[in-house]
C-alpha cells in the first residue's frame, strides 16, 4: 500500500517489498510480518524506508490525528493550510506538509499528557 | 539588477559594513600550506570572545572528543582549518549587525533565530548528501540572509515598506522586494559578499538560493541552503519577515537527489540541534 518511513514502522506491519539497503543486498523478504528485531536490523543498517501492506504515509498521520482533542486537531489542521496552501500538487512540499503536521501533533500529546 | 546598477543606484559601497581585519587574516592564513596552528592560535588567542567561542566548539558533543580540550592550537588540530575560517566568519559577519531590535515590522531575534535554523538544516543535509564540509554549509545557512540585515541597516524605508506589503499581500518577501525597490536581498546579498571577499562556495547560496537552477558552479551546495531555507520556514523557527512558504524547487530536489524518507530524518535533527546552535551563536 505505501513507503512508510521507519520511525512510522511498528512490529506487525507486513511487507510489501523486499528491504534492501543502498548496495542492493537483500535483508529482509517481502510477506513477513516485522518484528522488534526486523527494525533493529534494518536502522543498523542504515535503511529508513520499506514499503508494508495496507498503510500509508498519510494514514499513519491520520491514525495519530485521532489522538488528540477535537479543539487541537482544528487547530493544527488550519495552521498547516495556511501554511502549506497552493503545494498541494508537489509531492516534497506534501512530505514536510505532513512532517510539520506530525511533529505539532506529537507536541499536543506530550503536552496533554503533562 | 547586476552589482554595478545597484552599487550606483542604491548603495555607497564604501557605507557597507566591513569584517573584521581578523577575518581577512585568518582567512589568508589558512590558505597557505606552509601555516601552522601555533601561527593561527596566536592571532586566536588575541579575541578573547572568539577563542571561547572555539573551545566551546571543540568540546561541544558534536566533535564528541573523548577528553576535554583546553588549548587553542589543539582545538585548532581537531576542528580542522576550514572549520576555524567558517567559525571566524560566523562570528565576525554576526558582531556587525544587532541581534534585537530593528524596525518595527523586523525582528532581529526572529530573523536571526530563522538563519540558525537554516544554517542547522544546510549542515545536516549535507551530512545526508555526504557532503563533507559542514562547517562552510552551516555558515552558507546562517548568511544566506544577510542582504535583508543590509537592507534593514541601509534602506530602513524602503525595506520596512516591503516587508509590510509582503504582509499585506501575503507574497513572499522576495516579490515585495522587487516591486517596491526593483531589486531583492539575493542582490544586496551578493554585493555584500563580493565586497567581503567570501568564497563563492559560500557567495553563491546567498545569490541563488531562490534560484537554485541559475547558480554556476556550486549547484549542490545551494540546493542545500534551498532546502534548509524552506525546511527552517516550514518548521517556524524565527521568522524571516513573511508568512508564506515558498515552495522546493524541482531542480534543487533533484540535484539533492535524496529520498521522501529522509524529509521527516532531516526535520526531526533540526529540532533537536536547534536551541544548542542558537545558544552558541547568540551568546
Wanted: aromatic share 8%; glycine share 6%.
Amino acid at each position: 500500500m505505501g513507503v512508510l518511513n521507519i520511525s512510522d514502522l511498528i512490529p506487525g506491519m507486513v511487507l510489501e517489498e523486499d528491504v534492501v539497503t543502498d548496495k542492493e543486498t537483500m535483508l529482509l523478504p517481502k510477506g513477513i510480518e516485522l518484528t522488534e528485531r526486523h527494525l533493529e536490523i534494518m536502522k543498523t543498517w542504515g535503511v529508513n524506508e520499506a514499503s508494508v501492506e495496507g498503510v500509508s504515509r498519510a494514514e499513519v498521520v491520520w491514525e495519530k490525528m485521532g489522538r488528540i482533542g477535537e479543539e487541537d486537531r482544528a487547530k493544527i489542521m488550519a495552521e498547516v493550510e495556511m501554511l502549506f496552501s497552493g503545494f498541494e500538487d508537489d509531492e516534497v512540499m506534501n512530505e514536510i506538509a505532513r512532517v510539520v503536521t506530525k511533529i505539532k501533533i506529537d507536541r499536543a500529546l506530550s503536552s496533554n499528557t503533562h | 539588477m547586476d552589482n554595478a546598477q545597484l552599487k550606483k543606484a542604491v548603495f555607497n559601497v564604501n557605507d557597507l559594513p566591513v569584517l573584521p581585519a581578523i577575518y581577512e587574516k585568518i582567512a589568508c592564513m589558512t590558505q597557505n600550506p606552509s601555516t601552522t596552528a601555533k601561527d593561527l592560535a596566536r592571532v586566536i588567542a588575541d579575541d578573547i570572545a572568539l577563542t571561547t567561542k572555539l573551545l566551546k566548539l571543540v568540546n561541544s558533543p558534536f566533535y564528541a572528543f573523548p577528553r576535554s580540550v583546553g588549548t587553542i592550537p589543539q582545538a585548532i588540530v581537531i576542528i580542522g582549518y576550514s572549520a576555524l575560517r567558517n567559525l571566524v566568519l560566523t562570528k565576525s559577519a554576526f558582531d556587525l549587525f544587532p541581534k534585537f531590535y530593528g524596525a518595527d515590522n523586523f525582528e532581529y531575534f526572529s530573523f536571526w533565530k530563522h538563519s540558525v535554523g537554516c544554517g542547522v538544516g544546510a549542515k545536516i543535509i549535507a551530512k545526508h548528501c555526504e557532503y563533507r564540509e559542514i562547517e562552510e554549509m552551516f555558515v552558507s545557512g546562517l548568511l544566506h540572509d544577510v542582504g535583508k540585515v543590509v537592507q534593514e541597516q541601509f534602506l530602513r524605508g524602503k525595506f520596512s515598506e516591503a516587508i509590510s506589503f509582503a504582509y499585506k499581500s501575503n507574497i513572499p518577501i522576495l516579490e515585495a522586494e522587487n516591486d517596491v525597490m526593483g531589486f531583492c536581498h539575493t542582490d544586496t546579498g551578493n554585493l555584500v559578499a563580493e565586497k567581503w571577499n567570501l568564497p563563492s562556495v559560500i557567495v553563491e547560496p546567498i545569490r541563488y538560493h531562490h534560484k537554485p537552477r541559475y547558480a554556476d558552479k556550486y549547484r549542490l551546495q545551494v540546493s542545500m541552503v534551498h532546502l534548509a531555507n524552506v525546511l527552517s520556514h516550514a518548521l517556524q523557527l524565527g521568522s524571516s519577515g513573511q508568512k508564506v512558504l515558498t515552495g522546493i524547487d524541482r531542480f534543487a530536489w533533484e540535484t539533492l537527489g535524496l529520498s521522501l524518507s529522509c524529509i521527516e530524518e532531516i526535520m526531526k535533527k533540526m529540532l533537536n540541534e536547534f536551541d544548542d546552535a542558537v545558544n552558541f551563536i547568540m551568546n
